[in-house]
């Protein structure tokens, strides 16, 4: 039986990130609830915005439609997303999250498994609209 405390974290208790385009925030991450096999977060995209492209050269991505509609291109591939929609992006497709309709898009995502090191997790593969800002804070093993 496990004495760990329950792992909970709070939407409103993260810090936002907007290097790459919309909101994402890191919920269960390594650094936060000590996750060792992925991490778990949201993002939130306006009409019109977008999460630039990029790939995990390590991880699997789930992605989870709560509400509004996206497209997401997978290695040129566009599929759209409705409310309670799902689509697994595998480790190594580039992947860019659009919302072209007319109100807000908010999705909840994993991504599984970890990489060797945090810094290897992620490739941007176009220029990101705030280079300037900090990627989620997901951190490695604790």
């Known amino acids: 039986m496990s004495t760990r405390p329950v792992a909970k974290v709070a939407v409103a208790d993260t810090t936002p990130s907007h290097r790459q385009g919309g909101t994402t925030r890191a919920l269960l991450t390594p650094s936060s609830v000590g996750a060792i096999s992925g991490f778990m977060g949201t993002f939130e995209l306006e009409p019109g915005e977008f999460i630039s492209e990029h790939y995990h050269p390590y991880s699997d991505k789930f992605v989870f439609l709560i509400s509004g509609h996206l497209v997401v291109r997978v290695n040129g591939t566009e599929v759209t997303l409705d409310p309670d929609d799902a689509l ?3 480790r190594g497709e580039r992947n860019r999250i659009e919302n072209r309709g007319t109100v807000r898009a908010r999705a909840v995502f994993q991504i599984t498994p970890l990489a060797p090191k945090p810094e ?5 593969t176009e220029a990101v609209p705030r280079p300037a800002d900090a990627p989620p804070a997901v951190g490695g093993p604790v």
């Not at 290897?120 to 941007?124: A, K, Q, S, T």
């Open 120 to 124: 290897l997790g992620h490739v941007d």
């Open 88 to 90: 697994l992006i595998t």
